[in-house]
């Protein structure tokens, strides 16, 4: 089959690789029919995550048609089209049966903490993704849903990851009715956040970034007020003022790790912007919301070397709630807003890409170039 496969640091390409197995009889192999490119693929594009190994492929957002499944398959047939969350869990370990299905004890040998995730090093388990024309998928009958007919394709692969993360930052927001809710960052997952935060109850949605294109995504998108951090001297005290000098009530750090930059900006946090890595956009996050407030943190970090503020949180009273997104655990909701109309997740996609042109793709992403905010990768077809 013809994927993606890593190099090295911002060299990626399509080439050759053996088709996927079934190696368990839980297992089933999908026919990739749309995949996409996440902000947090950058951080393995730009080296910053241990353990990424030449060679694999990436993408851990994707949608296809069932091709094979194991001898124990019994919830999916040869042909259905299915919807593959991020999240790779068991559903019957401790935590699975508990909803922490992002932290499946069962799927990563290599971490105490996350489960297994496709395409994300092998730091999440080494499971190859989906940027390919074929995936393995493991555990088959608890992770992929079948796509239901009403739903748009480009709908369902916004629920893979980027939309349901950033509705589910928007639920660790705890958010009441009337709050005012700040947004770091304007890429997919902030867009989704911010949208979804009005649903949640927000008064007031302001998104923070210093790309303009995104900023206008965001209002156009998400409808909320902008804040160009570029544009002020200090951040903080701007939003301080735009909230009666209290603060926000929930603060969501939809930034994450380092999505741009080298590593060496990375461990000695030389560039102190958004851009420039975190725990930046988490520490304007904690100094930004009020006293007694709520920071979300769904992001994906790796090592952080930079101190985060958190005697501040603990003497500003903060709650801080965080995890990897429990993806299907949405789903439900999700499905309800997008079928009554509030919701049209496909509406954050700007680019739509040729496997083959993937190096491009990741380029484009990555360098911020052509108001890029989600691209999405269509591969061959026979």
């Not at 206008?216 to 409808?223: D, I």
Request: hydrophobic residues 40%.
């Amino acid at each position: 089959m013809r994927a993606m496969v890593y190099r090295g640091p911002y060299r990626v390409r399509v080439d050759e690789k053996p088709d996927p197995v079934i190696e368990h009889p839980n297992d089933a192999i999908v026919r990739v029919e749309l995949a996409a490119i996440c902000g947090s693929d950058l951080h393995l594009y730009h080296g910053l995550l241990p353990d990424t190994r030449v060679g694999h492929t990436f993408g851990h957002e994707f949608i296809g048609r069932v091709e094979q499944v194991g001898s124990s398959v019994e919830r999916l047939q040869v042909g259905d089209r299915v919807m593959v969350p991020f999240n790779i869990f068991c559903g019957s370990c401790w935590f699975c049966v508990r909803g922490l299905i992002s932290n499946c004890h069962n799927v990563n040998a290599n971490a105490t903490a996350a489960g297994g995730i496709y395409g994300y090093s092998h730091t999440a388990g080494g499971y190859d993704g989906g940027q390919a024309e074929r995936v393995r998928v493991p555990f088959a009958d608890v992770g992929p849903t079948v796509i239901p007919e009403w739903l748009h394709d480009e709908d369902a692969l916004m629920l893979t990851d980027a939309f349901s993360t950033g509705y589910f930052g928007a639920q660790l927001g705890d958010i009441a009715d009337g709050d005012t809710v700040a947004v770091f960052g304007a890429g997919p997952v902030g867009l989704a956040a911010a949208r979804s935060a009005w649903l949640m109850g927000a008064g007031r949605v302001i998104v923070i970034d210093h790309l303009e294109y995104r900023l206008a995504k965001a209002r156009e998108l998400a409808f909320a007020e902008t804040v160009n951090f570029a544009e002020h001297d200090d951040v903080v005290v701007l939003m301080k003022r735009l909230t009666d000098h209290r603060g926000a009530d929930v603060a969501i750090d939809a930034v994450g790790a380092e999505a741009d930059g080298n590593l060496l900006q990375h461990v000695t946090g030389a560039k102190l912007k958004l851009q420039g890595g975190s725990p930046i956009a988490l520490n304007w996050a904690i100094d930004s919301v009020r006293k007694g407030g709520t920071v979300s943190v769904m992001g994906a970090y790796g090592p952080i070397f930079s101190a985060v503020k958190f005697g501040d949180a603990v003497n500003k009273g903060l709650t801080i709630r965080t995890n990897q997104a429990p993806v299907k655990r949405q789903w439900p909701r999700l499905f309800e807003h997008i079928r009554a109309g509030y919701l049209s997740p496909r509406d954050m996609i700007t680019h739509r890409i040729p496997l083959d042109q993937i190096p491009e793709a990741y380029h484009l992403f990555s360098a911020k170039l052509d108001g890029c905010i989600k691209p999405v990768i269509v591969p061959p077809t026979d």
